[in-house]
């Protein structure tokens, strides 16, 4: 079993929709983020949670919103989607005395009509 | 504002050949360089970089970081079809919460 799992991984939704994609991980992290990427646009941070109670905007959280249900889940909702929310996410863990390792989950494809 | 800019953006190569991806970048309170491979989904971490001019190596893979020249060059010699990826450079910084800025990747086609 994939140590960060993500779902759905594939996802097709109308504009004004609310659409929730979850991850869980067994790597017993503190630290986990969302990613959206985009072609030619590498990863970009949407969201990033040090611990339960820890929960930090990225630099495109417009549109979003998280939940750390346990050390172990992180969800991500995008309250009313919308075409330019079309992309691949990804949920990440990193340990504390190594940040920069991240561990990806497979990713969440999701396209919005 | 931090930023990675990664060049060539695409690149093919046949089976043998030497490849030297490169990342720039610019970073305020610079605390380590990062290549991470994409095969098909879920990017895989390759190398930490935090010193010049140190080789950091794994098998035909191998990568050293410049800080006064802010890059870093991602070699890969007696390429493979296996190593067609999307290869990713992101820099970290000191600042709270050590956040990564991601380069927009360069993609690596081998062909047999």
């Known amino acids: 079993d994939a140590d960060v799992t993500q779902t759905p991984r594939n996802r097709i939704t109308k504009t004004g929709k609310r659409i929730m994609l979850e991850c869980s991980q067994t790597k017993g992290h503190d630290r986990m983020y969302w990613y959206r990427q985009d072609p030619g646009l590498g990863l970009r941070l949407i969201y990033y949670?040090?611990?339960?109670?820890?929960?930090n905007k990225g630099e495109i959280s417009d549109g979003y919103s998280v939940s750390r249900q346990a050390q172990a889940k992180f969800s991500l909702s995008l309250e009313s989607a919308i075409p330019n929310q079309t992309a691949l996410y990804f949920c990440a863990t990193s340990d504390a005395g190594f940040p920069g390792e991240l561990f990806f989950g497979e990713g969440s494809r999701l396209t919005v009509l | 504002e931090d930023k990675v800019v990664q060049s060539p953006l695409s690149l093919v190569v046949h089976e043998g050949d030497t490849v030297t991806l490169n990342c720039s970048y610019e970073v305020t309170n610079f605390r380590s360089l990062l290549w991470y491979k994409q095969e098909k989904k879920a990017p895989t971490f390759l190398f930490m970089l935090?010193?010049?001019?140190i080789e950091k190596k794994s098998g035909r893979l191998s990568s050293i970081l410049d800080k006064k020249e802010l890059f870093s060059i991602l070699n890969i010699t007696a390429t493979q079809t296996g190593d067609s990826a999307v290869y990713l450079c992101a820099v970290e910084s000191n600042n709270a919460g050590n956040m990564l800025t991601f380069g927009g990747g360069t993609r690596l086609m081998v062909k047999p």
């Open positions: 935090t010193s010049s001019g």
């Open positions: 949670s040090f611990d339960v109670k820890d929960i």
